[in-house]
């Protein structure tokens, strides 16, 4: 069954939507360089109790065109996730009308939906926005250079989802990619971490990708990380850096994985970080 979307937000020219792809499920337990203990009682859970955590995607319409950051986990992740296709389509907003794919990273619950169960692209006219970092380190490196077989794994993923796009990647840097969208790598959690800011009649929504996993540890404890992450040491100073600069400027931020719209406002008070739900 297809989940409704949420409201639209209007940030200047453009129109904003979340879309869900599904809940994906995980531990505590895959955090790394932290003691353990200290998670258990900062988030109330064991280690092996089940977490569920969003995987979300955004629309961005205007200007005369249709983007999506990120695409979701395809049919990779079994019969909880997947969802975004169906979802898109029961709002009324055909694959072959997405014009633009911007990835916030290539890990696979963010573009692995970019192909169907049988290899085909799920975003027939789309072009896929990519930082160059990110596909140098996911693409271009030859398979037997991976540092461990998680990540070949992803490695395989990443040039199986790609395959059908060929011609149409876009390598990028920092700076506006076009107008009223900009892009900001914060690296760590994968070499070319991506955030992507929506602007617009002195508004601005930060899609800040997997700056955050889980909230209610992260947002208490900005110094833990994952298993998942490429370098933890990095990604901890770019979540640290990010929420300075959206809570000091009351940034308007989305997040992959924060609960379904994904929206919010970051403060900071009494030593850490709150999310003040839009």
């Known amino acids: 069954m297809a989940t409704p979307s949420a409201p639209p937000l209007k940030i200047g020219d453009y129109t904003v939507t979340a879309f869900s792809d599904g809940l994906f499920q995980t531990t505590i337990d895959i955090t790394v360089g932290v003691d ?17 955590l969003a995987v979300n995607a955004f629309l961005v319409e205007g200007r005369g065109i249709r983007a999506l950051v990120d695409a979701g986990t395809g049919e990779t992740f079994g019969p909880a996730l997947g969802k975004l296709p169906d979802n898109l ?46 596909i140098q380190f996911w693409l271009d490196r030859d398979i ?8 070949r794994v992803n490695m395989v993923n990443s040039k199986k989802a790609f ?18 969208l900009h892009a900001q ?33 992260q947002l208490e404890r900005p110094d833990i990380a994952f298993v998942f ?9 770019s979540r640290l850096r990010l929420l300075d600069q959206v809570s000091a400027d009351r940034i308007r931020i989305a997040g992959m994985h924060l609960d379904y719209p994904g929206y919010g406002r970051v403060r900071r008070g009494n030593g850490r970080y709150f999310i003040d739900a839009e």
């Open 89 to 134: 389509r029961a709002a009324g907003v055909p694959l072959d009308s997405i014009t633009h794919i911007l990835l916030t990273h290539i890990h696979p619950d963010h573009s692995n939906g970019l192909t169907d169960g049988a290899g085909q692209a799920w975003f027939p006219k789309a072009e896929v926005v990519v930082q160059e970092t990110e």
């Open 36 to 52: 353990k203990e200290m998670t258990q009682r900062v988030s109330g859970r064991g280690l092996n109790d089940p977490v569920f």
């Open 144 to 151: 037997s250079q991976a540092w461990h077989e998680r990540q």
């Open 229 to 237: 992450d490429t370098d933890p040491e990095l990604a901890v100073k």
């Open 163 to 180: 395959a059908p796009y060929a011609g149409r990647v876009t390598r990028i840097g920092n700076g506006e990619f076009l107008p009223g």
């Open 185 to 217: 790598m914060s690296p760590g959690h994968t070499p070319g971490h991506n955030t992507w800011t929506v602007e617009g009649g002195g508004d601005a929504l930060m899609i800040w990708g997997d700056t955050i996993h889980m909230a209610f540890l």
